[in-house]
T-cell receptor, first 115, second 109 residues
Framework: DSGVTQTPKHLITATGQRVTLRCSPR?????VYWYQQSLDQGLQFLIQ???????AKGNILERFSAQQFPDLHSELNLSSLELGDSALYFC??????????????FGPGTRLLVL | DAKTTQPPSMDCAEGRAANLPCNHS???????VYWYRQIHSQGPQYIIH???NNETNEMASLIITEDRKSSTLILPHATLRDTAVYYC??????????FGDGTTLTVKP
């Protein structure tokens, strides 16, 4: 158990819908990272937040957005969902320094299926 | 971001050492080498990381070449539970981590 929690574990929805994935980092961690893992693309970095502020952005679509709240939990919002958005979504957190070289600890993931 | 290249798959006999190579020829001076593994569809698990020197912890050893263009992860006594996809990643302070396709390690009895 990494100490990172993600909800829900599974999510089934329809195309065009909007969903919110939630992540709680390890106690004391200030950075949260989001990753997408689909069958044909491996693990793709989406975005990083540090203490409520966006720190780095990867291959995140405009239909996706994220935020980190004052209590440090983070939400990833996916809208206008398409079949290709079906994937595992992982959240990771790292130590308070906020430096990217810190070890990231991953949550169990949310499996999203878009029908 | 520096890219990594790993063999797609490897086999190892149970109880033997597993040596997983990684090439990162474009690594820059401030980038660390990290290794993670993923068992089935679970969240990736941190194994070890290093900058220049060889590192060892309770899970594995990391050997980084002097020119830092490649590294090897060593699992000293592989068990069946070490069967997983192993990812070699380089990361700098910009925050982006590029995961390649990884190496699928199969430990056989």
């Amino acid at each position: 158990d990494s100490g990172v929690t993600q909800t829900p574990k599974h999510l089934i929805t329809a195309t065009g819908q909007r969903v919110t994935l939630r992540c709680s980092p390890r106690s004391g961690d200030l950075s949260v990272y989001w990753y997408q893992q689909s069958l044909d693309q491996g693990l793709q970095f989406l975005i990083q937040y540090y203490n409520g502020e966006e720190r780095a952005k990867g291959n995140i679509l405009e239909r996706f957005s994220a935020q980190q709240f004052p209590d440090l939990h983070s939400e990833l919002n996916l809208s206008s969902l398409e079949l290709g958005d079906s994937a595992l979504y992982f959240c990771a957190s790292s130590a308070p320094s906020g430096r990217a070289r810190e070890t990231q600890y991953f949550g169990p993931g949310t499996r999203l299926l878009v029908l | 971001d520096a890219k990594t290249t790993q063999p797609p798959s490897m086999d190892c006999a149970e109880g033997r050492a597993a040596n997983l190579p990684c090439n990162h020829s474009t690594i820059s001076g401030n980038e660390y080498v990290y290794w993670y593994r993923q068992i089935h569809s679970q969240g990736p698990q941190y194994i070890i990381h290093g900058l220049k020197n060889n590192e060892t912890n309770e899970m594995a050893s990391l050997i980084i070449t002097e020119d830092r263009k490649s590294s090897t992860l060593i699992l000293p006594h592989a068990t069946l539970r070490d069967t997983a996809v192993y990812y070699c990643i380089v990361r700098d302070d910009a925050g982006k981590s590029t995961f390649g396709d990884g190496t699928t390690l199969t430990v056989k009895p």
